[in-house]
């Protein structure tokens, strides 16, 4: 009571001090208030980055840039704005009062960029392993169909699209060679979760991370031939809406030389059917009689080019509006696209429709928890025909086919040829009968992240895979008519046409994954840990059934078939479950280190070697912060080495237990009974397949970071080779069982170099990369392997050629009987073979291993540049491999196969006396002279190609222009894809006939397309 009775006594005084100290701190106020700073930032290019943080320094007060590059805060007049941006080098700015106009750097090695790793991200300057990242931004425009398609000129990856066809056009993608005999595809992440690339919408793709050597080792369980890790785009900058569209038109790269004048034909055959002493097929008479008819009657007399009836320039387009934003506690993005495609060839089976949809969002719950969710979902439909080898039956026709009678029923020809008793009529078989295969897809995930005490996070991440497929096929009854007699041939049998097939796939796959992270500075000494768990559960249940029966094509629902066919079905289930762990340390950015483990469980192996440990370590020193380390030249510099282990359980599913299976009849007592039987061996003891590899880099930047370079070595050795081992056919005749035999070794050089550099207002940016790698089998317990013109045996690349050796043309019959015996047909004009075994015989063990592999090339690189001149943007990327060969061989490769027809060049460059210095042999048909068409070095190709993959011109209108309609961007486009290929190659693509042996794919193709981008 005493101390408020003098409060109250004092209340006058502490009010006069009140206002004394007001009036007393006005200009100190007055001094630190802060003034409204607004301000834009760009690329040196000109072109608004958003998102970019601008920070004040000294306070947590910031901002982020919106879709114009645009921001305002509040700051002292004299205070310092930080600003940084992933991929830019970082800027501080001071607080003048008025409007600031700032440019970012781009940085050259992108040192500060976020680089996306195993459960986690690190800042690329801290790395320690072989990782390469793309950004699908740098691919706007261009008209990506399916994401693996992306990945050309990756260093250290081969991407090879051997297959055009609307729906089914993705790449093969092997890194860093061939590891294994069994399967060789990376593992594929989306956010983390195992998803395949190819069902989601390219443009809803912020990057592409591949892990190539020890770092991929937090993934140990199938990480042996690399991860791919995908991450999508999220909401950046205040809210904003972007549309892009772009249409375009396809034709094919290559297509073969095929003779398409009928008299040439005929008469090149009956001369290479003279060549092997036989008589001709087609009669003088008939040849005149064709010649005169083809001025009158081109139905009955045609001279049919097919390549030219059969293709069709293709039409692509492609919508995709998303809608996206952030705040300081959420960030979304919403998105749709479509996608339409129509194939070059005739008729309705080469066309695709996709609609995707991608959700992402997240928000701040609560100063501890933040929670969101991930959409990304396809529904798909594409159709082939019911004959589904229509490539094979274009490189069977014949001039002398005719196309359509008067009446428009198909025709065949009335010309008898041998091996052609039923003409496959390509426009019959491309209208009539078709497949259509409707897919949908969706990956939904939910995640938190909770901040625990003593500054642990908690991850937490459940990832539902759903796929659901049909395919529908039905084929008509179809019919050719000869021409002359109008006499009708069944092309399929009245008994099995028409006829109805469908087939239901019904996919769900579980994926749930939860870490613990802890990261802690002491003075220097910075340390992050982390560790979790992952389980994955994959159930796969499809069923088929067919039906014959039907009136008509009108109606091809199941049930309205007469005559059931087939019915089958099959239900699977996969588990994988993991544990996983990672402890980085660095002292000061000099000195790094990072250790990882896996420890995996799979269904798929033997019960007693199911789990398996999977460790890795890699360390990095920053020599360009070593006090000793003064150079006004060399910008950075950091030597790294990693090594580690992965696995591979890539074997079929229940491969470890032995099935026994129906329908092995049996006899007894003179009567027929149904059994079954043992027809495959199988190893209870199947255990992971382990890749050991071991890599040393070097990263470099110099001339004021304008000049980047980056060099890895690596080693990879796969051991316990999960791959079938044969047994000798008296062992009950069966299928040998999948054992852990065999080791394989890839040694490999990966090099990249980036320039960037501004010159006034123009800036330039070339790059380049190449990757060499050296593959060799080096122990398969003593088995070989033989294939189609290939063989795998220790000591040389897996699936390397094995062929005759060709040693140039017999020119006499003296030749012939002065060398080793080939056969009794051999005759001048004849390829000549080495005799290797020196025995006088030339046979199947004169052949010889060429070091080459079919499927992987020695060499891959990439090159190119971008440029941009105030608005104005050209971007180039050329793509090649080397050190590779090709070996088509049957219809177009060789001439005259099995009734088919040959190339122009048999016409001019076949041997004759007259023309002894002929770069191919007699002309025979391949068929009938097998001497000429062995498998041999003399068919060899070289398949190196460089292609420039896409040239890409842009122009985006100014912002004085669009600032009076209130459009945040617009860039308009133009593209040409695979414009030039430049290969001694020349039958066919050379990416298309890689690891093939025919002509009979769906080309390459060529794509010019024109678009817009605009943000609103």
């Known amino acids: 009571m005493k101390l408020l009775a003098r409060f109250r006594l004092l209340k006058p005084a502490v009010f006069l001090l009140l206002c004394i100290g007001i009036i007393g701190s006005k200009p100190l106020m007055l001094q630190a208030q802060d003034l409204p700073v607004r301000g834009r930032v760009t690329g040196t290019n000109g072109t608004p980055l958003i998102g970019v943080n601008v920070l004040v320094a000294g306070t947590n007060r910031g901002a982020a840039t919106d879709v114009n590059g645009a921001f305002k805060l509040n700051a002292p007049a004299g205070a310092v704005l930080k600003l940084s941006f ?19 750097q781009e940085d050259v090695q992108k040192l500060n960029d976020v680089v996306v790793v195993g459960y986690g991200t690190q800042k690329k300057a801290s790395l320690t392993g072989a990782i390469t990242t793309v950004k699908m931004s740098d691919k706007a425009g261009q008209p990506i169909t399916n994401v693996s398609n992306a990945l050309h000129g990756v260093p250290g ?8 066809q609307p729906g089914v056009d993705r790449s093969t993608i092997r890194i860093r060679g061939v590891g294994t005999l069994s399967g060789n595809d990376p593992l594929v992440l989306v956010d983390g979760i195992e998803y395949s690339m190819d069902e989601l919408n390219p443009n809803d793709i912020e990057t592409i991370t591949v892990l190539k050597d020890a770092a991929a080792a937090i993934y140990g369980s199938r990480a042996a031939n690399g991860v791919i890790i995908v991450t999508t785009k999220k909401g950046k900058g205040t809210s904003h809406v972007n549309y892009s569209y772009f249409y375009g038109q396809q034709k094919a790269t290559y297509l073969p030389d095929a003779i398409n004048d009928p008299i040439v034909y005929m008469r090149l055959k009956n001369q290479a059917l003279k060549n092997e002493g036989k008589a001709a097929e087609y009669s003088d008479a008939d040849i005149a009689e064709y010649e005169a008819g083809m001025k009158t009657d081109p139905f009955t007399y045609p001279a049919n080019d097919w390549y030219k009836i059969a293709l069709k320039n293709g039409v692509i387009q492609k919508h995709d509006l998303s809608v996206a934003g952030s705040g300081d506690k959420y960030q979304y993005r919403l998105s749709l696209g479509y996608l339409d495609r129509d194939g070059i060839l005739f008729g309705p089976g080469n066309h695709e429709k996709k609609y995707s949809v991608g959700l992402n969002a997240t928000m701040d719950v609560s100063k501890r928890l933040r929670a969101g969710i991930t959409l990304d979902g396809y529904y798909r439909n594409y159709t082939t025909p019911f004959y589904s080898d229509s490539w094979a039956y274009l490189a069977r026709t014949l001039p002398i086919l005719t196309d359509t009678l008067k009446d428009g029923r198909y025709g065949n020809s009335w010309m008898r040829t041998t091996g052609r008793n039923n003409w496959e009529n390509p426009r019959m078989l491309a209208f009539n009968g078709l497949q259509t295969k409707v897919v949908q897809r969706f990956l939904t995930t939910v995640f938190a992240e909770y901040k625990l005490p003593f500054d642990i996070n908690y991850n937490i991440k459940f990832g539902v895979d759903k796929y659901d497929g049909i395919l529908s096929g039905f084929t008509p009854r179809m019919q050719t008519f000869d021409p002359k007699t109008l006499k009708p041939t069944n092309w399929n049998s009245p008994a099995t046409a028409p006829r109805s097939a469908k087939t239901d796939y019904n996919n769900m796959n579980i994926h749930f994954y939860n870490t613990l992270d802890w990261r802690k500075s002491f003075a220097k000494h910075n340390v992050s840990v982390m560790a979790g768990a992952s389980y994955d559960n994959m159930d796969a249940d499809s069923w088929a059934a067919s039906m014959y029966g039907y009136l008509d094509g009108r109606l091809d629902a199941l049930s309205v078939g007469t005559t059931w066919n087939a019915t089958s079905g099959n239900v699977t289930r996969d588990v994988l479950e993991s544990y996983f762990g990672r402890a980085n340390y660095d002292y000061d950015g000099k000195y790094l280190v990072e250790a990882t483990f896996r420890y995996d469980g799979s269904g798929r192996l033997g019960k007693q070697s199911r789990w398996a440990f999977f460790p890795s370590i890699s360390a990095g020193w920053r020599i360009d912060k070593e006090a000793f380390f003064q150079s006004g030249f060399v910008n950075f510099l950091k030597l790294r080495a990693s090594a580690g282990q992965m ?31 043992k027809k495959a061996d199988a190893d209870s003891s199947l255990r992971w397949e382990i890749t050991t590899i071991y890599n040393a880099g070097v990263d470099i930047n110099i001339w004021k970071n304008r000049l980047g370079f980056t060099v890895d070595a690596y080693h990879k050795m796969t051991n316990g080779i999960l791959r079938s081992v044969a047994l000798p056919s008296q062992v009950g005749n069966l ?23 501004r010159f006034g207002d123009l800036d330039v940016n070339i790059y380049g990369s190449l990757s060499l790698n050296k593959n060799e089998v080096t122990d398969l317990h003593g088995e070989i392997i033989y294939g189609s013109g290939t063989i795998t045996r220790e000591g040389y690349p897996i699936e390397s050629y094995y062929l005759l050796q060709a040693d140039g043309i017999f020119q006499s019959q003296d030749q012939i009987d002065h060398s080793a015996k080939q ?18 015989i030339i046979n199947g063990d004169d052949r010889v291993i060429v070091g080459s592999s079919s499927s992987v090339p020695k060499t891959t690189y990439g090159f190119g540049f971008n440029l941009g001149y105030k608005g104005i943007t050209l971007t180039a990327a050329f793509q090649g491999i080397g050190g590779i060969k090709a070996l088509p061989v049957a219809n177009l490769a060789f001439p005259f196969n099995n009734g088919a027809n040959a190339t122009w060049e048999w016409t001019r460059d076949a041997w004759t006396p007259d023309n002894p210095n002929a770069r191919l042999p007699i002309v025979t048909t391949s068929t009938g002279s097998i001497d000429n068409f062995q498998r041999s070095t003399f068919w060899l190709r070289d398949n190196s190609y460089l292609r420039l993959k896409n040239i890409q ?6 912002q004085s222009v669009l600032s009076k309609v209130k459009i945040q961007k617009v860039n308009f486009f133009i593209n040409a894809e695979n414009l030039l290929t430049f290969s001694r190659y020349k039958d066919f693509d050379p990416e298309s006939v890689l690891n093939q042996t025919d002509l009979y794919s769906y080309p390459m193709l060529k794509t010019f397309n024109g678009g817009v981008n605009i943000t609103f």
């Open 86 to 104: 992933i991929g830019y080098l970082p800027k501080d700015v001071i607080v003048t009062g008025k409007p600031l106009q700032i440019i970012l």
């Open 735 to 757: 299928t040998g069982a999948k054992q852990n035999v065999g080791s394989v070794r890839n040694i490999g050089l990966e090099t990249t170099v980036q320039y960037n550099d």
């Open 953 to 958: 011109l842009g122009y985006s209108l100014p």
């Open 647 to 677: 696995g591979n359980q890539a074997v079929d599913l229940y491969s470890t237990q032995a099935a026994v299976l129906l329908g092995e009849d049996y006899s007894f007592g003179g009567v027929l009974n149904s059994g079954a039987a």
């Open 823 to 840: 056969s009794a047909n051999t005759k001048p004009g004849y390829i000549k073979f080495k005799d290797a075994k020196e025995d006088g």
């Open 157 to 164: 990856v081969f991407a090879n699209l051997s297959n055009s």
